[in-house]
């Protein structure tokens, strides 16, 4: 292999590691983003649950609802707890 055809090897192994990247790189960023705000949610909802049991304010700590706190944020806990009462989940 002569140094011409080896350089192009390399850039066109580097091209498509970049294409790579580009493609694949926002879905996983979304994932990403998502398991960081269902996290949040998480912590959201146990303090939630922390300081609202003084005036019989909670929520169930599980995946769904820290789902919905984490992709929604304040709306998402007042859209849980209307359900909760509505509801009586």
Do not use: E, H, Q
């Not at 493609?23 to 949610?41: A, D, E, M, W, Y």
């Not at 929604?72 to 359900?83: D, E, S, Y």
Request: proline residues 2%.
């Amino acid at each position: 292999m002569d140094a011409l055809t080896a350089a192009v090897t390399v850039i066109i192994a580097a091209a498509a590691v970049i294409i790579f990247f580009k493609l694949i790189g926002k879905p996983i960023r979304l994932v990403f983003r998502l398991l960081f705000n269902t996290l949040l949610g998480f912590i959201t909802l146990f303090l939630l649950n922390f300081f609202g049991s003084y005036v019989d304010i909670t929520l169930g700590l599980n995946w769904m609802n820290a789902v919905v706190v984490g992709v929604f944020g304040l709306p998402g806990i007042a859209v849980l707890l209307v359900l909760k009462w509505l509801l009586i989940i």
